[in-house]
């Protein structure tokens, strides 16, 4: 072969997160190792490579492209295409090009790196001590675009013009902080500032100095981050905890916490392996740690009021350089074992990320607020994780997770999916990608109504979607349904919510086809009108036959028997006993006034504001109601978290169990009823009552799915819901239905709450629609 024969040129297009991440730069370098001639650019799809040089040399760069690329990068496709030779003189990264279509996968945002943080506290940096130090493989990403490509006049950076010595490393190839869009400097970056809650500025030499030495005083702080503002204050102090509570609304659920380092955490908490490596990932999420108990070494006590009633702590680790400058007790001189770093709004309100709307909403809250002038465009909020059942379960996927995509097993049309009331989150697709949004909340009033169509139309244009569907529950007074009733010009499918978890598991576990769907959560809108919640589904991705249910009680109250448990007990108590359930010996009885147990019991029988349920959630609370546990909640799922947290040792212990035969089981809640109040009555522990209680769901329910395997000759089960995130039933049903021969199938990559119905709703709607 001659020479002329050896020199050839290839045009590489690379697809994934490949923008803001050092893809360029490391193109760059591969192409001067290897001697490449050529050019590199952004594109609305991805990055695309123009190389010539000799073909053995061109094959270990495309070799070393797919298998050496930058830590923030994920590639999800390259294509190679023979070009013909140009006699390119050396190589460039030129300017971005914007081509047909956006593709282009946006990191998200990530935590400070090792490099960054040394330059930070390094006396001979020019950084040092810059709380907005960042480079190509770490910072703010999705919460301060725009648009793409990813260049620095569609992010919030464009309001900064880089000083000549940031330019510079902004232009060399060489430099780590090359086409960093948020890079800058104390000269020409954004900057922090103090000011009391009437936005008087304090003035100050140091202020995160300030601002350490206020909280270890004990007040209360406002301090903006990346994804919004946190709510701060001393986690030691007990009085400072509960005064946030109290002025936030915020009763009793537990509270985050951001220590030092997992030195620090492991004062307070126990840390396994796999969870430091959670808390250590660029990600940086909350990770639920089971708390440390008195009397083992290096303990130190938190606030009573951090997490009362539980026996998890939510920690995590500085994110970002102020947070870790706040938190170096070498700068200022406080050293703090954990700060509380709650979300930074009223309860059920959208974090808050711009410093007008802070100032306006957060004044009642905070005595301090630490600012700065660099614009969040779209908040996030923390992302919580647990370790459960040997994998990673999301409780909440945001910050630090979004807008990764889920990948699905086909390409999909353009799907917009509005997802639930609660806990909701958005999603849209694109091809075989599935992109779900950060956590928007609670769509229960306008500030994140709004926020779910800032979410939306952000995402849309980022992402380059115009949807062809829309799909959004079946309940026909969600925020969520009716704003997608309201689109024109657009096909719309509704999705029943329990048939949307099954599938929302499905789809991250890309399966077709039949499966057993346990689908147990709270709230759910059936087909028949009644609140669905303790449901076995046989489902594919496009119907859904409902094999197995809880019989059907009453909720006295409606919303009210949510928010007080104790009403869902006299519902089952009724269900079980009839009228003669008020002669029974419970001290559960003896706590309410006659005529309120009376009013309840009419509602019952009357069926007045009643409405028929048959959820696992109810059950759950009526069982930590009746055991003297809690009888009225302050957020959601707190009675049936405090019966999971009172469980003492595994027990074979079951109650009788009990489901009537026909073409649609129904479970009985009788029979385990009256087992539980003879348990009271006979004075067995709650922790024995609770042991046995979630027994005899993984027998009962593992049961049931053999006689449904029987029937149907399924063999793969899908759990998903709200309930699933009670490890004892995640785990004692997973193990119970392996022994039994299926291949059980669980949530790792969404949330199995109602944050991951998005998911599950544009699967179903896409061969809806198709099915049509």
């Known amino acids: 072969m001659t020479m002329a024969e050896d020199y050839v040129a290839r045009r590489l297009e690379a697809s994934g997160i490949v923008q803001g991440v050092g893809f360029r730069p490391f193109v760059y370098q591969l192409a001067k190792k290897y001697n490449l001639k050529g050019d590199v650019a952004n594109t609305s799809t991805g990055v695309t490579i123009y190389i010539e040089g000799a073909l053995s040399n061109i094959e270990s760069f495309s070799q ?274 954990a700060l509380v770093m709650t979300s930074g709004n009223m309860s059920e309100e959208p974090i808050a990320i711009d410093n007008d709307d802070a100032f306006k909403r957060l004044s009642g809250i905070a005595d301090y607020f630490l600012i700065h002038n660099r614009d969040i465009y779209l908040r996030s909020d923390d992302s919580i994780i647990r370790r459960s059942t040997g994998a990673v379960r999301f409780i909440r996927r945001s910050r630090g997770y979004i807008p990764t995509p889920v990948f699905l097993k086909k390409k999909v049309p353009p799907i917009l999916a509005c997802g639930a009331e609660l806990k909701n989150t958005i999603c849209l697709t694109k091809d075989d990608r599935a992109f779900l949004s950060q956590h928007v909340g609670d769509l229960e009033n306008l500030a994140t109504y709004e926020f779910f169509q800032l979410t939306i139309r952000h995402m849309r244009r980022i992402l380059d979607i115009n949807p062809e569907i829309i799909a959004c529950d079946l309940h026909p007074d969600y925020m969520s349904t009716r704003y997608a009733m309201e689109q024109d010009k657009v096909e719309k499918a509704q999705v029943q919510h329990h048939h949307a978890h099954i599938v929302s598991c499905m789809a991250e576990n890309k399966l077709n086809g039949d499966v057993i769907g346990l689908a147990f959560d709270g709230t759910g809108y059936g087909t028949d009108g009644a609140i669905w919640g303790g449901e076995i589904l046989v489902a594919d991705e496009e119907i859904f036959m409902r094999k197995a249910h809880i019989s059907y009680v009453p909720m006295p109250g409606g919303e009210a028997a949510i928010k007080e448990p104790w009403r869902m007990t006299v519902s089952y108590l009724y269900d079980a006993f009839g009228q003669k359930f008020k002669t029974l010996r419970l001290p559960f009885l003896n706590k309410f006034d006659e005529k309120k147990v009376k009013i309840i019991a009419e509602m019952i029988e009357k069926k007045v504001n009643s409405p028929d349920t048959s959820s696992l959630g109810r059950l759950f609370d009526a069982i930590a109601a009746i055991c003297g546990i809690r009888n009225t909640v302050h957020f959601e799922g707190q009675a049936a978290i405090e019966l999971e947290m009172a469980a003492g040792e595994k027990t074979d212990e079951i109650y009788d169990y009990e489901w009537t035969s026909g073409d649609v089981y129904r479970i009985l809640p009788g029979p385990v009823i009256r087992g539980i109040v003879k348990d009271i009555e006979n004075g067995v522990h709650t922790c024995k009552i609770s042991s046995k209680f979630h027994q005899t769901l993984v027998r009962l329910f593992s049961d049931l799915c053999e006689t449904i395997r029987k029937e149907t000759e399924l063999k793969r089960v899908v759990l998903s819901g709200g309930v699933f995130q009670n490890s004892l039933l995640l785990t004692g049903l997973s193990e119970a239905l392996e022994k039994k021969n299926f291949k059980v199938f669980t949530h790792r990559l969404v949330p199995a709450n109602d944050g991951g119905i998005s998911l599950g709703q544009a699967v179903i709607a896409n061969a809806v629609v198709n099915g049509r």
């Open 64 to 337: 070393d492209l797919a298998q050496k690329n930058p830590p923030l990068s994920c590639i999800t496709n390259i294509s190679v295409d023979t070009e013909a030779v140009k006699n390119t003189q050396g190589f460039t990264i030129g300017k971005s090009k914007n081509t047909i279509g956006k593709s282009a996968l946006i990191s998200p945002d990530v935590s400070v790196c090792d490099d960054c943080l040394r330059e930070l506290f390094d006396p001979t940096d020019r950084r040092y001590l810059y709380p907005f130090i960042n480079c190509t493989n770490c910072g703010p990403r999705y919460t301060i675009i725009d648009d793409i490509p990813y260049d620095r006049p569609k992010t919030s950076m464009k309001h900064f013009e880089m000083c000549k010595r940031c330019q510079a490393e902004y232009d060399d190839p060489e430099n780590r902080r090359f086409h960093a869009q948020p890079n800058a400097c104390d000269v020409c970056g954004p900057h922090v500032a103090l000011y009391d809650n009437t936005r008087r500025e304090i003035e100050t030499e140091n202020p995160i100095e300030k601002t350490a030495a206020l909280l270890k005083q004990g007040f209360i702080l406002a301090i903006k981050g990346l994804g919004g503002y946190h709510l701060a204050a001393d986690a030691e102090n007990n009085d400072a905890v509960i005064l946030l509570r109290k002025r936030k609304h915020r009763e009793e659920k537990p509270l985050a916490l951001m220590s030092a380092d997992i030195e620090h955490i492991r004062r307070f908490a126990q840390i396994q392996p796999e969870e430091q490596a959670l808390l250590t990932s660029i990600q940086r999420p909350i990770v639920l740690l089971k708390k440390k108990q008195p009397g083992t070494p290096d303990f130190k006590p938190l606030a009573d009021a951090v997490a009362p009633g539980n026996k998890y702590f939510g920690a995590m680790l500085p994110y970002t350089p102020l947070h870790y400058l706040l938190l170096s007790k070498g700068l200022t001189g406080q050293d703090f074992t």
